[in-house]
């Protein structure tokens, strides 16, 4: 084993996703200096091309330096303060984790639950806002990757404002996969990360706010408790501070911030509508092949970024996955959370959404498995 050349895997996981030569190519150009009007001039580009994934007018779009948790930390430590209620949509291991950040930045947080696997009526979410008047944030995760759950938000907002709350959407493995429109759908605040759907390295997670958010931020009592996330501070560089230069805060990534402009580029070019539907024919092609296996589905409403399926009895969880990586190089993931040692994830993602994946884990998956 070599360690200083990784290998060539098909990355079929819950993420990262297979990340395309250009994207990689990108990366290595040369680094500029966070200051350089050239590279402000392709981090503004960057942001521009993140609207239009987002399908989102909003100014405040910009690449967080950090993974997708890093989203969700920034959307949490901006909007909520102490003391406020939150409700938060807990039906797999996201949106525990939302809980948990929301706690830790002072919120009472009242959990909406359901089943692993299973989504949020809208009614349940409207029932739930009733008997906590006070909410003023409710968070849920559009595709939960641990289960496979594709929660709908189309039409969640209204129920959401006319409570008087803001509306916060994780889209870590949607963005770029799934049907996702910020603002028909009046999201207030969204995160995503780049190792997913929009097959970038991980290392950067988008995210947008609105006028409803700003609103919020720009009331606020006390500070965010984290200073490297602050908005009010980080816009200041992104898009200008008062005299309209860029104020440092802190060194941007530069060469991911490359990476992730080619990755939108490549969504862009192939158009969102073709990409999500490229997405939504390659997950029907793997479930007919799995349910002709004898395979089923765990979730009720299956997400077709990440196909979250039932281990076969008698099967060996790591064995097989052991296998599917020594010998054919594919990677899958085991169950996270209540369903490890129950599931398999099969991600679908960006890049890695194509027919000859399909019927490459399709059949490596029966050898192995016979
Ligand atoms: C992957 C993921 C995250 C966390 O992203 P990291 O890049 O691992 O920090 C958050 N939410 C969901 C739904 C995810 O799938």
């Known amino acids: 084993m070599n360690n200083n050349h990784p290998a060539e895997r098909v990355l079929l996981g819950p993420g990262p996703s297979p990340v395309p030569a250009r994207v990689l190519q990108a990366l290595s150009a040369p680094t500029l200096g966070h200051l350089d009007p050239q590279y402000v001039a392709i981090l503004d580009e960057t942001c521009e091309l993140l609207r239009q994934v987002y399908q989102t007018k909003n100014k405040l779009t910009f690449p967080v330096s950090g993974t997708g948790m890093a ?14 209620e939150v409700i938060v949509g807990v039906n797999g291991v996201f949106g525990g984790r939302m809980k948990d950040v929301m706690q830790r930045c002072g919120a ?15 009614e349940q979410i409207a029932e739930t806002l009733k008997r906590h008047p006070r909410t003023k944030l409710v968070g849920i995760v559009q595709a939960e990757t641990s289960t496979g759950a594709h929660q709908p938000i189309a039409g969640l ?5 006319r409570a008087g709350a803001l509306l916060a959407v994780d889209a870590v493995t949607s963005l770029g996969g799934h ?19 929009l097959s970038c390295p991980p290392g950067l997670s988008p995210v947008s706010f609105g006028a409803r958010a700003i609103e919020r931020m720009d009331a606020r009592k006390q500070k965010p408790q984290s200073w490297y996330l602050d908005v009010s501070m980080l816009k200041q560089y992104y898009f200008g501070g008062g005299g309209g230069g860029r104020v440092y805060h802190h060194t941007a990534p530069i060469n991911m911030t490359y990476a992730l402009r080619e990755a939108l580029l490549i969504v862009l070019e192939e158009g969102l509508e073709a990409r ?9 092609r793997l479930r007919r092949g799995l349910e002709g296996m004898g395979i089923s589905y765990i979730p009720t409403h299956s997400l077709h970024s990440l196909n979250c399926i039932r281990i076969p009895e008698g099967a060996d969880d790591a064995g097989t ?7 054919y190089g594919i990677e899958i993931g085991g169950g996270l959370g209540v369903m490890a040692g129950k599931a398999w994830r099969i991600g679908l ?20 498995l016979a």
Not at 108 to 122: D, M, N, R, S
Not at 179 to 197: F, H, M, N, P
Request: aromatic share 4%; hydrophobic share 40%.
């Open 71 to 84: 989203g969700m930390e920034c959307v949490a430590v901006n909007l909520v303060e102490p003391g406020d």
């Open 108 to 122: 009472t947080v009242h959990p909406l639950e359901a089943p692993w696997g299973e989504i949020f009526p809208l």
């Open 157 to 161: 907002a209204e129920i959401v404002h």
């Open 179 to 197: 049907e996702l429109r910020v603002d028909d759908w009046e999201i207030d605040a969204i995160y995503s990360g780049t190792q997913k759907c």
């Open 276 to 284: 999500i539907e490229r997405h939504a024919r390659m997950h029907q």
């Open 321 to 327: 996955r052991r296998r599917l990586l020594e010998e």
């Open 349 to 368: 993602m960006g890049h890695g959404a194509t027919q000859r994946n399909v019927d490459l884990v399709l059949t490596a998956l029966q050898h192995v």
